[in-house]
């Protein structure tokens, strides 16, 4: 069973940078569409950005369009969040999901990580 575990949160100020890797050691993600979200206490969570199992397809949520970066390195068996600018309001525990669908949109969710918080002070 495919087991995300996600790393590089932490505490950074507005306008600076993080990137979260979500890797995973007993299976490969490279068969896998990879999707970030995020969701702060209260709220619901939110799709962040999404890349299929080679790279080819990349979705971002309009809240951080130009601002973070999706990629992954199937060799390495890891997808990495590039987050740049950022800003207050991006503060929320991040998660890494894996589906075996061929697509963002379709299909459910089928693995998710435990989460790696990113906090963006003023």
């Known amino acids: 069973q495919l087991r995300p575990v996600e790393s590089g949160g932490g505490l950074v100020q507005s306008g600076g940078s993080l990137r979260l890797s979500c890797a995973a050691s007993?299976?490969?993600?490279?068969?896998?569409?990879i999707g970030w979200f995020r969701q702060v206490p209260g709220k619901e969570r939110e799709g962040v950005s999404c890349?299929?199992?080679?790279?080819?397809?990349?979705n971002y949520a309009d809240s951080v369009k130009g601002r973070f970066t999706i990629s992954r390195d199937n060799a390495k068996n890891t997808v990495y969040l590039q987050m740049n600018g950022l800003k207050p309001e991006d503060t929320a525990v991040y998660y890494c999901?894996?589906?075996?669908?061929?697509?963002?949109?379709?299909?459910?969710?089928?693995?998710w990580g435990q989460g790696t918080q990113v906090t963006v002070s003023s």
């Open positions: 999901a894996a589906k075996t669908t061929n697509s963002c949109f379709r299909g459910s969710w089928d693995y």
């Open positions: 007993a299976s490969t993600l490279a068969y896998y569409t």
């Open positions: 890349i299929s199992p080679n790279g080819g397809s990349t």
